[in-house]
């Protein structure tokens, strides 16, 4: 079976820094995708580690323990425009989302 | 430009009625999926296909049925059988297939449907 965690809500202010996890335990395993979705729209991509460590995209960054069966997104130097849910999605054969984590990101 | 195109992108039904979404893709990918979305809730997988004339029953199939005769396309069928079909859904592609499936995902603008 397949089953992801993350927190439902967070709140961070602007300018800060916020790191999103996720636990996952799924049967296979072939990378982690991270991806954003604003209200109503559609998800876009993120990030995506197949690797263990760290993979940095500007104020974004992925981390990767795979014995641990965990990851986490780092935004740095938040902007209003950050605000949304981030879905963490296990890839295995098709794609595993987890609930998604609403960001709230306030002045 | 490039990219997938999902119509409607608002839909009213009565109960007992079948409804079709239509998903078209010019992306070249061989991968097409079909996710519902629930208020506060992640993306439910309801049919893959990973090629023409194939398809496979994902997480929440039940109610739900596909085709793919041609590869830029995958349409959702909403049936009658679906006990609770009011939801957000979300066609996407990926150039990835099979076991590997290590694709990102593109997403269309997503279709909402409204059972009155």
């Known amino acids: 079976g397949q089953n992801i965690d993350q927190p439902t809500e967070m709140t961070a202010t602007e300018g800060a820094i916020v790191q999103i996890n996720c636990t996952y335990q799924t049967s296979g395993f072939n990378g982690l995708f991270w991806y954003q979705q604003h209200a109503g729209e559609a998800p876009t991509f993120l990030s995506y580690n197949v690797l263990d460590g760290l993979e940095e995209k500007g104020r974004f960054s992925s981390f990767l323990s795979r014995s641990k069966g965990y990851s986490y997104l780092l935004l740095k130097e938040l902007q209003m425009k950050d605000s949304a849910s981030y879905l963490c999605a296990v890839a295995a054969g098709k794609s595993t989302f987890g609930d998604g984590t609403t960001l709230t990101v306030k002045p | 430009d490039g990219g997938i195109t999902q119509s409607p992108k608002y839909l009213f039904r009565k109960e007992g009625q079948n409804v079709t979404l239509s998903c078209e893709q010019n992306?070249?990918?061989?991968?097409m999926y079909w996710y519902r979305q629930d208020p506060g809730q992640g993306l439910r997988l309801i049919y893959y296909s990973q090629i023409v004339n194939d398809f496979q029953k994902g997480d929440i199939a039940e109610g739900y049925s596909v085709s793919r005769e041609k590869k830029e396309s995958f349409p959702l069928t909403v049936t009658s059988a679906q006990k609770n079909p009011t939801a957000f859904y979300l066609c996407?592609?990926?150039?990835?297939?099979?076991?590997?499936?290590?694709?990102?995902?593109?997403f269309g603008e997503g279709s909402r449907l409204t059972v009155l």
């Open positions: 992306l070249n990918h061989d991968a």
């Open positions: 996407a592609s990926s150039t990835e297939t099979g076991a590997a499936n290590t694709g990102e995902l593109f």
